[in-house]
């Protein structure tokens, strides 16, 4: 009787499930990109034979820290990312990776890549933020500064690895800026315009991860002059045969939110994204009506998505240059890639 019970059971849930498919995770890669109000905070998770790989991007707050735990449990990071060191992108990293019985949420990582760019107050001391993140990285085994010599020479534009089955290649990125030797603050178009940006590929998709890259002058509207991180790519990318591969981007994360100053054309033409998911920058009202033009007057047909308003393009209340309600967690973003095929990307709670 028992056994007839437990196959009935069996063959119930087998049933049900095929009415109502999911998409089958275990051989796609998910990029989660989480909803933490303002600012940017990115899991991936990657395929792979023995176990699921994860890189972070970015830990904007303790919000994104915990949002991040509650992805990979107990499972080892493989690489932590933080594109550049703005509060808005790494504040979170010192809860994150602080130990439980201290407080934190005890995450472990392998290793983790940065830019190496100081942060100081006033004073030409250590900022308390940045202090923070220097003590908690100091639990990662292994750490790549790009103003370290010799982590520039490991890290050439074009550097490829693994990420399970799928291939990170790293696009730009530097941590030699004006200031440092002097412990004066850097400035934002410096620190911006240093942003890590990676491209992850799987099978024929591939998403590309920007930080805060700076691409257009304040002034320039029409975004014809590319400047700083997206001329860099553009100039060392557009080759056919350029170290840096397929620029032929099926996802990008849009720079710095979707400031004013990123997107410039030729940039947006060289990587020709499908979608653009653009994380709010509160403070700074971004993402803007006219960067989100800019992408329009190339090709309408791209699909958006945004972490304060959960609607895509197409809505005429979509874009404007007022943010939504803009609380965290209620326009999560999930984006789902298998080898072939179009993304799936949807809204999440």
């Known amino acids: 009787m028992i056994r007839d019970i437990t196959l009935l059971f069996t063959l119930c849930i087998t049933a049900c499930s095929s009415v109502h498919p999911e998409p ?20 991936v998770r990657a395929p792979s034979s023995n176990m699921t790989k994860y890189l972070v991007y970015d830990i904007a707050t303790n919000k994104c820290a915990k949002s991040i735990k509650k992805v990979v449990g107990e499972s080892t990071i493989d690489m932590v990312v933080i594109s550049h060191p703005d509060a808005d992108h790494y504040r979170g990293f010192s809860k994150a990776f ?16 940065e830019t190496g760019i100081v942060r100081f107050n006033k004073h030409k001391n250590i900022s308390p933020t940045y202090q923070k993140y220097t003590n908690a990285k100091q639990n990662i085994a292994t750490v790549h500064s790009l103003s370290n010599a ?22 730009h990125g530097h941590g030699l800026v004006s200031g440092q030797t002097d412990n004066i603050d850097p400035t934002s178009h410096n620190r911006n315009g240093a942003s890590i940006v990676l491209k992850i590929e799987y099978g024929e ?30 100039d060392t990318c557009s080759a056919k045969n350029s170290v840096c591969g397929d620029m032929d981007i099926d996802v990008m994360i849009a720079p710095h939110h979707g400031s004013h100053e990123s997107l410039c054309m030729d940039f947006i033409e060289l990587t020709d994204p ?32 945004r972490t304060d308003k959960d609607e895509a393009t197409g809505n005429p209340n979509e874009w404007s240059d007022t943010l939504g309600k803009n609380q965290s967690g209620d326009d999560n973003i999930e984006i789902i890639m298998s080898k072939n095929g179009k993304p799936i990307i949807r809204y999440t709670d």
């Open 24 to 43: 089958v995770l275990t051989s796609s890669l998910k990029v989660n990109v989480i909803d933490v109000g303002g600012g940017l905070c990115i899991v």
């Open 205 to 234: 998709n591939s998403i590309l991860l920007t930080g805060d890259a700076v691409g257009v002058e304040k002034n320039d509207t029409q975004g014809k002059h590319c400047i700083r991180t997206e001329k860099r790519i553009v």
């Open 98 to 113: 602080t130990p439980a019985d201290e407080g934190g949420f005890g995450l472990t990582a392998k290793s983790l890549l």
């Open 150 to 171: 010799k982590t520039i020479k490991k890290f050439p534009i074009g550097k490829q690895w693994n990420l399970g089955e799928a291939v990170v290649t790293f696009i």
């Open 274 to 305: 499908e979608y653009v998911i653009f994380s709010a920058g509160t403070s700074h009202d971004h993402p803007r009506q006219i960067t989100y033009d800019r992408l329009m007057k190339y090709d309408n047909k791209i699909i958006t998505f």
